[in-house]
């Protein structure tokens, strides 16, 4: 008996290797899929081939610290020398209020060093017997310093030179060209005629080395106390006219474009410095990471993967860059333009070739859209002239941990508001810890419980809050209301020994401080002092301390009440 074998096609396959594959086996069926896939579609358009574009540009001369309708006049700025960020937020790293010791002293030692290898200039004996030795802190000084600034500063007192002394007499002397009269001081007079002018180009060139040390801003500044960000205007003049950006707010240590908007009035005094610039090139596709073949027969790298994005319904503007990632990304072509930073650059004219040899000339988006187009992606705001701000500002940097760190927040329970130093920089130019400086404090001032004594209950006026807590009090100003810096006495022993004043700069402790209400929101503010180190495009580096401001963490609560009944012990 014959038997029958049958083959059946299974079209379930969970191996999908093959399907991947995409074997070809026959050139028609090759070409069906490329029809499929609509490869043989043709538009009557070509593709970007060449594409010359003509640009006017006027450089950024002038810069005015702080509000646009303030008293501080504009002065020159040249993009070239110094970023705009360093420029706005250097501020002199020495007060005549606080003296910094630890630069004092190094700056002291490192002239001694230069003088004892060149074996000029007096002897070590001799510095500290004259004027310019460092010298211990008064006794009033002493009470405002921490224990281990105090330590510090009496190791070295007598035992080197006062180097920013000694460097504001040499200040003095040459604005007056009367350097050689330092001949007359102690210290020199036994200089040899020979040796003076190799000592004096010695405290020259160490002169310079301490100026150059740190990036000091001039006066005015254009930080505002009362807000507690910076305020500046820079303007360049234009074919047109002269232009003022303004960033009224700049305060999270980053500027950029975005930060500056173009300001009516009285301009800055900007210099005529537009030019004009005609260049041609090669439009090219734009790539990113991650791109979607525009072939079937091609295979992205897996760089990126589109179908992880996460969105709701709500997402608007990330549904929308996945749309234009998976099915617009190549309808778009980069045209490579390099513009000096610190420019306000204008497109006068943008003409593009096809593939068939037509020529286009571009209009600016606005003319396209409208003047209410919502594409505002690079546009200064109330800006007439079509114009594209580049400013001359910091990439990456290096920044130090806070000097300074101080916490605007709000207490309803005892319905005021306060500003907590939490980091203020030392005398021996160390942050330090106000929470743990406090805390040991109240342990040298505790007096041990006496021996066998019963507790009583005492009544207290008012509880005592830490001496780093300063008080806000609202006060009103014209219509507003202000936040006025206040004080809260200083108890010891026998009872009030003065007022809890603030130790750090952001308070500005010698002057009368008048924050705005909403600058102390519910959610509070951080206020830092930071050190930062950059290059700049010039290849030169520059160190500064600059401020910034960011939000809070919520309120908070110094533990203040009134009319208090507590047990004592002692």
């Given at each position: 008996m014959a038997s029958r074998i049958r083959l059946d096609l299974s079209t379930h396959n969970p191996d999908l290797q093959d399907g991947l594959q995409a074997r070809i086996h026959d050139p028609l069926w090759m070409l069906g899929r490329q029809w499929q896939f609509g490869e043989f579609n043709g538009a009557d358009a070509g593709s970007p081939a060449a594409a010359q574009v003509i640009v006017d540009q006027a450089a950024v001369t002038r810069y005015q610290p702080g509000p646009r309708s303030g008293p501080h006049p504009a002065r020159p700025y040249a993009?070239?020398?110094?970023?705009?960020?360093?420029?706005?937020?250097?501020?002199?790293?020495?007060?005549?209020?606080?003296?910094?010791?630890?630069?004092?002293?190094?700056?002291?030692?490192?002239?001694?060093?230069?003088l004892e290898a060149a074996r000029l200039g007096p002897s070590r004996a001799q510095w500290l017997a004259s004027a310019y030795v460092l010298t211990a802190p008064t006794e009033e000084q002493a009470k405002q310093i921490d224990d281990a600034g105090l330590s510090f500063i009496r190791v070295l007192a007598g035992r080197t030179i006062d180097g920013l002394r000694f460097a504001a007499r040499v200040r003095a002397l040459?604005?007056?060209?009367?350097?050689?009269?330092?001949?007359?001081?102690?210290?020199?007079?036994?200089?040899?005629?020979?040796?003076?002018?190799?000592?004096?180009?010695?405290?020259t060139s160490w002169l310079t080395w301490l100026e150059s040390l740190f990036q000091q801003g001039a006066a005015p500044s254009a930080w505002i106390s009362e807000r507690m960000e910076y305020a500046l205007s820079v303007s360049g003049k234009t074919a047109a006219s002269e232009v003022v950006l303004t960033a009224p707010e700049y305060l999270d240590g980053r500027l950029d474009w975005f930060s500056f908007t173009t300001s009516t009035g009285n301009g800055l005094g900007a210099t005529d410095s537009h030019t004009s610039l005609t260049e041609a090139f090669l439009p090219a596709p734009v790539s990113f990471r991650g791109m979607p073949s525009a072939r079937l027969w091609e295979f992205e790298d897996g760089s990126v993967n589109f179908a992880s994005v996460q969105a709701a319904p709500q997402d608007l503007a990330r549904l929308l860059l996945v749309k234009f990632a998976l099915e617009y990304s190549n309808d778009w072509f980069l045209l490579p333009l390099e513009l000096p930073v610190g420019t306000l650059s204008q497109v006068r004219a943008l003409v593009v070739t096809n593939t068939f040899g037509e020529r286009f000339l571009i209009p600016?988006?606005?003319?396209?859209?409208?003047?209410?187009?919502?594409?505002?992606?690079?546009?200064?705001?109330?800006?007439?002239?079509?114009?594209?701000?580049?400013?001359?500002?910091?990439?990456?940097?290096?920044?130090?941990?806070?000097?300074?760190?101080?916490?605007?927040?709000?207490?309803?329970?005892?319905?005021?508001?306060?500003?907590?130093?939490?980091?203020?920089?030392?005398?021996?130019?160390?942050?330090?810890?106000?929470?743990?400086?406090?805390?040991?404090?109240?342990?040298?001032?505790?007096?041990?419980?006496?021996?066998?004594?019963?507790?009583?209950?005492?009544?207290?006026?008012?509880?005592?809050?830490?001496?780093?807590?300063?008080?806000?009090?609202?006060?009103?100003?014209g219509n507003a209301l202000r936040l006025k810096r206040g004080v809260l006495p200083a108890f010891g022993d026998g009872g009030i020994q003065g007022v809890q004043r603030p130790k750090g700069r952001l308070l500005e402790p010698n002057r009368e401080l008048l924050l705005f209400e909403e600058e102390v929101p519910r959610e509070g503010a951080r206020v830092t002092r930071t050190y930062q180190y950059a290059r700049w495009i010039d290849g030169s580096t520059h160190l500064w301390i600059g401020r910034r401001k960011s939000p809070g963490r919520g309120e908070g609560s110094s533990g203040l009440q009134f009319d208090v009944v507590e047990k004592k012990e002692g």
């Open positions: 993009a070239d020398n110094l970023a705009l960020e360093t420029v706005v937020e250097a501020e002199p790293v020495t007060d005549d209020s606080r003296p910094n010791w630890r630069l004092a002293a190094e700056s002291g030692r490192h002239l001694l060093r230069l040459q604005a007056g060209n009367s350097l050689n009269e330092l001949f007359r001081d102690p210290p020199f007079v036994q200089i040899a005629e020979v040796d003076r002018s190799k000592l004096l180009g010695i405290l600016h988006a606005s003319e396209v859209d409208g003047p209410t187009s919502p594409w505002r992606m690079f546009s200064l705001t109330n800006d007439t002239q079509k114009l594209f701000f580049l400013p001359p500002v910091l990439g990456p940097l290096l920044e130090s941990q806070p000097v300074e760190d101080l916490s605007l927040l709000r207490d309803e329970m005892a319905n005021v508001a306060w500003a907590v130093e939490r980091i203020v920089e030392s005398a021996a130019g160390r942050p330090l810890d106000r929470h743990e400086a406090y805390q040991e404090t109240l342990a040298e001032q505790q007096p041990p419980p006496a021996a066998g004594s019963d507790s009583a209950l005492v009544y207290r006026l008012g509880t005592t809050v830490p001496d780093y807590w300063i008080p806000l009090l609202p006060v009103k100003e």
